[in-house]
């Protein structure tokens, strides 16, 4: 597997997943990027990745209160069941988000941007700074699909009717 | 829809092998292409189910009479495979030369393979071989 950050971004739709998901794209980069990217979320998820990779996903039962001492446990919902259940943590079912704050900023001083984001009404689109005496936007744009990638360049365009810079990983 | 017979898991000759759907993504309409394959006159695929392990587990199934069809009617507007995510499960339908009916292929990776009627499961087998959707371990 490709442990491209990038690669990974494009991977998880909301860019939010199970620190497992995480780790697995991420590879050894991933307690770096935890560190600096990515933020608890504070709710758990129902259900859990089965560990085989076959797309299907273990169903988590029990509490997953934070106080609770019962153990959760995921169980495979497949016909038939091929999965052993699992013994999980909070932590572990605990999702990681990307904090695009961070990311922007980081990216910003990079390339050496003026500070300043903006959200856009356009999904997984937001301006990270500017360039130069003109204040040129710059805008990062993370897309999982290629046609959604084409629709936001016009959005972007139509809506600031101005020159931009726009980064968008693109998987290769 | 419904399958009359099944085999399950993978068995025959690709008992050995192990199944994906990574050609769809990766080689597209061609990995369909029955043009060498005695037997064989079509393959269409009319089932893709496409799992993405983010917070929600969000699944996405397409089906479609022809699913590449479609997309390449719609001018090529979307990916009929997505670029991201597990390709969990194709359904096709084969026409056999042999055959008045076509004949529903279910694969689901890592090893669950479903055919019709048995007499037609070496040609599946032998497409699967050769474009790489079985894998030898």
Redesign the interface.
């Known amino acids: 597997m490709n442990h491209s950050p990038w690669r990974s971004l494009e991977a998880i739709p909301g860019f939010s997943a199970l620190p497992a998901v995480w780790r697995r794209h991420l590879g050894d980069d991933f307690e770096f990027f935890r560190a600096a990217f990515l933020q608890k979320k504070a709710t758990t998820v129902r259900s859990f990745p089965c560990p085989r990779n076959c797309g299907c996903a273990h169903c988590i039962i029990g509490e997953a209160a934070p106080a609770s001492q019962s153990p959760i446990t995921a169980i495979c919902r497949c016909e038939p069941c091929l999965c052993a259940p699992l013994t999980l943590t909070l932590a572990e079912i605990t999702p990681l988000r990307l904090n695009w704050a961070k990311l922007g900023r980081a990216i910003g001083k990079a390339f050496g941007l003026d500070a300043g984001d903006n959200d856009f009404p356009i999904p997984n689109t937001r301006q990270i700074g500017s360039w130069s005496s003109e204040a040129v936007a710059v805008i990062l744009t993370i897309q999982t699909e290629r046609h959604l990638l084409r629709r936001v360049i016009p959005e972007l365009a139509l809506l600031l009717q101005r020159p931009f810079i726009l980064f968008a990983p693109t998987s290769s | 829809m419904k399958i009359n017979s099944t085999k399950l898991p993978a068995a025959g000759g690709l008992a050995q092998n192990r199944l994906t759907l990574e050609p769809l993504r990766a080689d597209g309409l061609d990995a369909l292409d029955s043009e060498g394959l005695e037997g064989i006159s079509q393959i269409t695929l009319v089932e893709i189910?496409?799992?993405?392990?983010?917070?929600?587990?969000?699944?996405i199934v397409r089906k479609a009479a022809d699913i590449f069809g479609c997309a390449a009617a719609e001018g090529g507007?979307?990916?009929p495979i997505?670029?991201?995510?597990?390709?969990?499960?194709a359904v096709f339908l084969i026409q056999f030369a042999e055959s008045a009916e076509r004949q529903m292929v279910q694969l689901?990776?890592?090893g669950t393979l479903k055919i019709g009627p048995y007499p037609n499961a070496g040609l599946v087998e032998r497409w699967l071989l050769t474009r790489g959707f079985a894998l030898a371990h």
């Open positions: 189910e496409v799992a993405w392990e983010n917070e929600f587990q969000e699944v507007l979307y990916d997505p670029k991201s995510g597990c390709l969990v499960q689901r990776p890592p």
